[in-house]
């Protein structure tokens, strides 16, 4: 398979040498026919050779995903879906959106930018990397919306957004300087839900003064879900740390088989603010370095700023204790799909967290969470 897309690769040079010398990827008729076929026979067979014996597993994630979605909509008489872009663009075809994911350097190899081995390299990790936020976040938006089904069998109906809308991202609902809920139920009888999904995020700013107070919302660390018992429509609170209304439950999913042996860094807490003005430089600097080429032009070489990136390396059972520590909740969960050892038990347990694990895609292992999040329910407005 690694061979297959080599060979398309070595016919696609000759074509382009014969019939596209110069590069400029412009075909007509037949020429053009050929030439898509190549390209995406060529992604294809480039994505199925670096990540294709985990494809079957996100297709059938994909399609459990589908079916919840489904249910919750009937349930919750939901009007439609908010998804942000790139995992709408996955769960509505893994395979495609992979392909996309190595155009550019594909073009950049066709035109002789970066060698084969560059190519293999940096396309390689993008396919991967792709792949893995993309599972995860099935993972997460399956517990979420399973919660939201449970939460249903207890007569919960979603009162906000109004158009009940299912939304799964946070892109562009924090402009207006606060972070809303991706969704509020309400329990008959019983008090508000309020859910966040990734909630510490970037608010809108405008000037340096603005981004130092906001500052921290840029490094906090960010739980997969963060509940409130009472219905709150803004949890910014800048004088905090972290700078968000104390949650009441969090809910932390954790898709991979060996997720507690693996680790990372973890920057963001420890990170210099940066003012407006370097936000903006870093910005242009950016830009620039994405027209040069096209312009064929060379950028002067910039003198290379001198960063404070204190980071830390913890494992992930040390960022969810991590987690609950900063953020003070009375309950955390964590939903393992897979078994954890007991010994990994033992020390989330001791502490404070709970451990759902061996959960798979079996809704009914979430009911301790949906009958804690009921209990808890209450008629507050914030």
Known sequence: MDQDWVKIYKKLKKFLDKEDPERKFRFHGNDSDIFSKMIDDLRRLFVYSEVGHEIPTALRWNKILHDSFTTVKNLLKIEGMQLP??????VDDPEKHLMKKIVF????????????????????????????TNIRSIYQSWVYVNILILLSQYGGTMIYPELRYLILGRSGK???????????????????????????????????????KIWTLYTALRPDILVYTRKI???????????????????????????????REVRGPFARPLSVEEWRSKWISGLWDGLADALGVTRKKITEEIKDRRALRLKDI???????????????????????????????????????????????????IANELYKRAKRDVT
């Open 174 to 212: 924090q402009k207006s300087g606060e972070i809303p809920p991706n969704a509020v139920i309400y329990l008959d009888g019983k008090g508000y839900l309020s859910f966040f999904l990734e909630a510490p995020r970037p608010i809108s700013w405008e000037d340096s003064g603005d981004l130092r």
């Open 318 to 368: 040390q960022i969810v204790t991590l987690y609950y520590k900063l953020y003070k909740p009375k309950v955390m969960f964590l939903v393992s799909r897979a078994p954890v050892p007991k010994e990994i038990k033992k020390y989330l347990r001791e502490r404070g967290l709970r451990v759902i694990d061996n959960v798979g895609f079996n809704r009914s292992k979430l009911k301790p």
């Open 85 to 90: 872009r790139e995992f709408k663009s996955f």
């Open 105 to 132: 350097y594909l073009y950049d190899l066709l035109r002789d930018k970066i060698s084969l081995d560059e190519f293999i390299q940096t396309a390689g990790a993008a396919v991967r990397t792709s792949l893995k």
């Open 233 to 263: 429509l803004n949890i910014v609170d800048l004088k905090s740390n972290p700078p968000i209304i104390r949650p009441d439950i969090i809910i932390e999913c954790k898709e991979l088989e060996d997720w507690y042996k693996r680790g």
